[in-house]
Structures are given as structure tokens and as C-alpha cells.
């Protein structure tokens, strides 16, 4: 049995607690608090961390962590990385620029993601057409990076299942060579 | 997903510059003592008074401590946090929860090794009582 750590990050209001959710066999661990940023609408945000269990058909075990998404806990980023088989990253296509916001955290994780196996989940793409899946990949190929970029609404269970699949393809692949 | 209900409290100005007159007492009485903040539980700092450091930083670092704290006293059944202490080698840093009715906050307190952690817990908690009911 091997267990993976993988942890979701991405911009406030991404919908990383809603994903470890959707999928978590035990009670999440969640640590949100009520929001005070004007700048944002959401009622509550996560500040420490969100914390789910997966077990796969394999019998393989999954620890899901996910990062708060705003830039001042940039601390708890690297923390919450260590360890580390892969990362997800959740974008919001309706924010006013999604692939900035994609930017903040290809750079928050630059060291770790030369290494380590990530993909990209796109939220509320069929309301946000623009931008589309292939400007993900160009702003990805800016930075040198080669990750599959999918359209997933986070609520539910089998999108988030099929971005830990696509992960867990990914490791697989890095771990005993493609 | 939640409905996103958007129903944000606004701290009185009069509690901000309550923050900010006790934090700078704190700072210039009690001995040890080397930075007073307090936040906003999503880690916005509100009122400061330090010797070094970057008030922001503190903010959002105690806002993840009294978080994951939080949950680990509801895991176990404890009801509500109240404070943490990190004790270090060189001095130690107390993160205490502010109770409201409108914005719950969080004071952190950091203080070197000339400072009594007795003391300083106990300005914590007189500190906490003073914003809960301002």
C-alpha cells in the first residue's frame, strides 16, 4: 500500500476546501474563518489548512491538503508542500485574470515544480469561456511546464476524482519512469 | 457550494484605536515584550506596536495558529481556543483569540528571553477580556 500526499492550491475562492470535501472519506479538517477583505465576497476563508483521506481502489491511501489561497500565507505554502507527491492547482475563471492568478502560484511553487508532478484544474469555465483551456497551456509553456489542465467544477465528486487520477498518472510516471 | 451571502462586519473605529493605544502600552510596560499585534482571524492586522518585524507577517502567521488550534480543540472536545504559547529558545510568542460579536481577532504577543511568560500570558488574557467587550 503506498500513501500519497497531495496538496490543492490556488486563488481564494477556488473551491480547494469544496474539492477536499467532495472527495474526503473522513470529516475534513477545516480551518476557515469568517472573511473581512472587502475585496472579496465569500462569507468564510480557509487560514490554516484543509485536510481530507481518499482510499483508492488499489487500496493505495490519500492525504489531501490544501493551502489557504491568499498570498500572505505564503508561509504555510511551504510548509504544507513538504512531502509532497503532487500538486493541484484550482483556478477560478471568472476572476477578473485567471492566468495571473495561475502566475502567483507557478512562481510561489517554482522550486518545488521542477521537480513535482502538478495539474491544473480550470472552475467555472462553461459561464467563463475566456480564458480558454489552450491559454492555460501557453501560460504554462511561459514557464516551461508541461501539465494537463482540466475543465472541472470542484462540487463535483468525479471531476475531483479525475483530477487526483490525472495526478496520480502523473506520479506514477515520475516514480518508476515513463 | 455556499451560497455566497455576503454579510461582512466592519470593526468600530473606537475598538481599532483601543487596539492600538493598549498594544503600544504593552509594549513600552511590560518587560521582554518586543511586538503586539492584532488581527482579524483571516490574518489582517488591525493594530500594532513593534520593536522589529513585519506586522502583516504576524497577522497572518497567528490567524493559521489560532485556526489549526481551533480544530484541534473542537477534535478533541474542548470547546473554544484560547491561547497557544510557542516557547522558544531564545523567548517565546502567545496567540490568544478575541471572542466579539462582530469580527472575532487574534492578539500576538512576541517577547525575548528578558520576559516573564506568567506575565505576559496574563496581559494576553486582560488584553483579550478588554477587546472582547469594547
Redesign the interface.
Known amino acids: 500500500m503506498t500513501e500519497y500526499k497531495i496538496l490543492f492550491t490556488g486563488p481564494m475562492g477556488a ?1 480547494k476546501t ?1 474539492a477536499i470535501g467532495a472527495v474526503s472519506e473522513t470529516p475534513p ?10 475585496g472579496h ?5 480557509t ?3 484543509d485536510f481530507g483521506q481518499l482510499t483508492l481502489a488499489t487500496g493505495d491511501r490519500v492525504r489531501l491538503f490544501g493551502t ?1 489561497g ?1 498570498v ?2 505564503d ?2 505554502w511551504q510548509i504544507l508542500v513538504r512531502n509532497a507527491l503532487g500538486l493541484i492547482v484550482l483556478c477560478d475563471n471568472s476572476r477578473p485574470d485567471p492566468l495571473a492568478d495561475l502566475r502567483v502560484y507557478l512562481e510561489g511553487f517554482a522550486a518545488e515544480l521542477k521537480e513535482l508532478p502538478c495539474v491544473i484544474g480550470v472552475g467555472r469555465l462553461p459561464g467563463h469561456p475566456a480564458p480558454g483551456l489552450e491559454d492555460y497551456a501557453d501560460e504554462l509553456a511561459r514557464h516551461d511546464l508541461v501539465l494537463p489542465v482540466l475543465d472541472v467544477d470542484v ?1 463535483r465528486r468525479a471531476d475531483v476524482t479525475l483530477l487526483i487520477d490525472t495526478l496520480l498518472a502523473q506520479i506514477e510516471a515520475s516514480l518508476y519512469g515513463e | ?2 451560497s ?6 466592519v ?1 468600530s473605529p473606537a475598538v481599532k484605536v483601543l487596539a492600538e493605544r493598549e498594544a503600544a502600552r504593552l509594549l513600552e510596560e511590560v518587560s521582554g515584550l518586543t511586538a503586539v499585534v492584532v488581527a ?5 492586522d488591525i493594530a500594532s506596536a513593534m520593536r522589529e518585524g513585519d506586522a ?2 504576524v ?3 497567528a ?3 489560532s ?2 488550534s ?2 484541534v480543540s473542537q ?1 478533541a472536545h474542548l470547546g473554544r481556543g484560547k491561547s497557544v504559547t510557542i516557547d522558544t529558545e531564545a523567548g517565546f510568542a502567545i496567540v490568544h483569540a478575541v471572542y466579539r460579536p462582530d ?2 481577532l487574534v492578539i500576538n504577543l512576541i517577547a525575548d528571553g528578558n520576559a516573564i511568560l506568567g506575565q505576559v500570558a496574563y496581559q494576553a488574557t486582560q488584553f483579550a477580556k478588554t477587546l472582547a467587550a469594547a
Open positions: 473551491g469544496t479538517v477545516i480551518t476557515d474563518v469568517a472573511n473581512t477583505d472587502p465576497g465569500k462569507p468564510r476563508t487560514v490554516g489548512l489557504p491568499q500572505r500565507f508561509f504555510l462540487r | 457550494m455556499e455566497e451571502r455576503v454579510e461582512k462586519s470593526l482579524t482571524v483571516d490574518g489582517f502583516s507577517r497577522a497572518a502567521m490567524s493559521s495558529i485556526a489549526i481551533g480544530v477534535e469580527i472575532d
